[in-house]
């Protein structure tokens, strides 16, 4: 699982370089044909990873739930986020896979509900799940190498 948590925290660090190189206006920019922005990504991954590890197991996640409705599956921004947010968010991005890589060593993630995701794969346990994110988190860096393109 270390090869796993190391890719996460990898992806990690290039959104919070997008972060950082990026504009308020930038991130909350919604080009023509876009639905989200390059803020609703970075909140969509995280809130994700929450849902498919911890809720997956049947746990809470360690983010509020106010984050957890405006970046789930299915959103789209309803506002500009500020830069309090942001920051927020970037600190967010690595104290959440902290957390994650320590609850996976101390064993808190006993049970899963093994499910299939949205696009057929496999969710039978928490390793599973962790490996899927991975996977998850390139299609949204994917987008967000289009998107930036564009603002």
Do not use: C
């Not at 890719?7 to 206006?25: G, P």
């Not at 930038?26 to 390059?38: A, R, S, V």
Request: net charge negative; charged share 25%; hydrophobic share 40%.
């Amino acid at each position: 699982m270390e090869a796993e948590f190391k890719i996460t925290r990898t992806s990690r660090e290039i959104y919070a370089r997008l972060l950082d190189n990026y504009t308020l206006e930038q991130l909350n920019k919604i080009p023509d044909g876009w639905n989200n922005n390059l803020m609703w990504h970075i909140g969509h991954i995280m809130v994700s990873q929450q849902i498919l590890t911890y809720k997956g197991a049947g746990l809470s996640t360690t983010l509020s739930d106010e984050l957890v409705a405006m970046y789930m599956r299915g959103t789209k921004p309803e506002r500009d986020v500020t830069q309090a947010e942001v920051d927020e968010m970037k600190a967010l991005l690595f104290s959440t896979i902290q957390k994650t890589e320590e609850d996976y060593r101390n064993g808190i993630f006993t049970t899963y509900n093994a499910r299939k995701s949205e696009l057929g794969f496999g969710l039978d346990t928490i390793e599973d799940a962790i490996a899927f994110n991975n996977y998850h988190e390139g299609i949204h860096l994917g987008m967000i190498l289009r998107l930036k393109k564009l603002v």
